[in-house]
Nanobody, 126 residues
C-alpha cells in the first residue's frame, strides 16, 4: 500500500492545517477500510510519536498533546484520511507521517503499522 501525504506547510501559532493521506493505488488491498489508519510525527532529535488513529469502525484515538485540537477523519469513498489541526503550537512542528496497520487493536503503537508514507512537513512559528 503506497500512502501519499499532503497539506503540510508553514503557519503561525494559533493557525490551522489539514493534512491528507491518500492511497496511491486503486485496488482492494489499498482500500483504507481494511486498515487502522494513523498519523505520526517526528521532530529533529526526537523519536517518532503517535498523534491520532482511526479504526475501521471509526473509533478514534489521540495522543494527549492532540486532544481537543486535532481531529482525524476518513473518507472511504476518496480512500483518504485527514488530520485537521487547529490551534497549532510551535511544538507541533514536525514531519507528519500517515500509516496503515493491519494488527488489531487499532491504537498508536507504531509496531502495528506496516505501511508508511514519506511524510509532509509542518512548521509552526511563534
Amino acid at each position: 500500500v503506497q500512502l501519499v501525504e499532503s497539506g503540510g506547510g508553514s503557519v503561525q501559532a494559533g493557525g490551522s492545517l489539514r493534512l491528507s493521506c491518500v492511497a496511491a493505488e486503486s485496488n482492494a488491498k489499498s482500500s483504507m477500510i481494511n486498515y487502522c489508519m494513523g498519523w505520526f510525527r517526528q521532530s529533529p532529535g526526537k523519536e517518532r510519536e503517535g498523534v491520532a488513529a482511526i479504526s475501521t469502525s471509526g473509533v478514534t484515538y489521540y495522543a494527549e498533546s492532540a486532544k481537543g485540537r486535532f481531529t482525524i477523519s476518513q473518507d472511504y469513498a476518496r480512500n483518504t484520511v485527514y488530520l485537521q489541526m487547529n490551534d497549532l503550537k510551535p511544538e507541533d512542528t514536525a514531519m507528519y507521517y500517515c500509516a496503515a496497520g493491519e494488527t488489531a487493536p487499532c491504537n498508536l503503537q507504531q509496531w502495528r503499522y506496516k505501511f508508511w508514507g514519506q511524510g509532509t512537513q509542518v512548521t509552526v512559528s511563534s
